[in-house]
């Protein structure tokens, strides 16, 4: 079946150190993945997202990179800011549109 | 950018009692729309799909007589929940794509709910 899911699921970084969040999924056919930023009571926010025809792209802040061979997906946040605090989830779109969440990770930022 | 508004934000109701929790695209026209719920500390668990004039799509496990999902137009869909249980109370999360557009979902605040 469908899975995506992530290698940790709490994160700490300092204020202005570069942050690295990981996800690796199973499902090579898969064409098109997207970050979602989540606050506390809070619906999912888009952050970036990249097809499988990529395997880098860049943000305001942010890059995620895409390893089709080894199926990982990482989302990188430059010079995180306290404001960065939120569970982040990476998502794979499935058949019929929908998408497949992983498992999430929360990041601290300690100011 | 596209907005997703979702009503109520939270709710508590009775064991027993029917919720029903609103989901509109305020200015676009969305044709799909998806309904997650999530428990604390975990991911978005997608429950339905939720089309335009037509029967909702349920994944695997979720009872369509438990969560009823109507979506009577093109800016709104509905789920509710039927005979709620306090193994219910969750939060529930709507998406919506815009018709014709790419493949990006806009999802709603979300909606709190607790059955006491």
């Known amino acids: 079946g469908e899975n995506v899911g992530l290698h940790l699921p709490t994160l700490s970084v300092q204020e202005g150190d570069n942050s690295i969040i990981n996800c690796a999924y199973s499902?090579?056919?898969?064409?098109?993945f997207i970050w979602y930023k989540q606050e506390s009571g809070k619906g999912p926010q888009f952050i970036i997202d990249?097809?499988?025809?990529?395997d880098k792209r860049q943000g305001q802040r942010v890059t995620v990179l895409l390893n089709k061979t080894v199926k990982h997906l990482s989302l990188q946040i430059a010079a995180t800011q306290p404001g960065d605090s939120a569970v982040y989830f990476c998502?794979?779109?499935?058949?019929?549109?929908?998408?497949?969440f992983g498992q999430g990770t929360e990041l601290s930022v300690k100011p | 950018g596209a907005v997703v508004s979702q009503h109520p934000s939270r709710v508590i109701c009775k064991s027993g009692t029917s919720v029903k929790i609103e989901c509109r695209s305020l200015d676009f026209q969305a044709t799909t729309m998806f309904w997650y719920r999530q428990f604390p500390k975990q991911s978005l668990m997608l429950m339905a799909t939720s089309n335009e004039g037509s029967k909702a799509t349920y994944e695997q496990g979720v009872e369509k007589d438990k969560f009823l999902i109507n979506h009577a137009s093109l800016t709104l869909s509905t789920l509710t929940v039927t005979s709620a249980h306090p193994e219910d109370s969750s939060f529930y999360i709507c998406?919506?794509?815009?018709?014709?557009?790419?493949?990006?979902?806009?999802f709603g605040q979300g909606t709190r709910l607790t059955v006491v």
């Open positions: 998406s919506a794509r815009i018709t014709g557009g790419g493949t990006e979902a806009f």
């Open positions: 499902n090579s056919a898969s064409d098109y």
């Open positions: 990249i097809r499988s025809n990529m």
């Open positions: 998502a794979e779109k499935g058949g019929g549109g929908k998408l497949i």
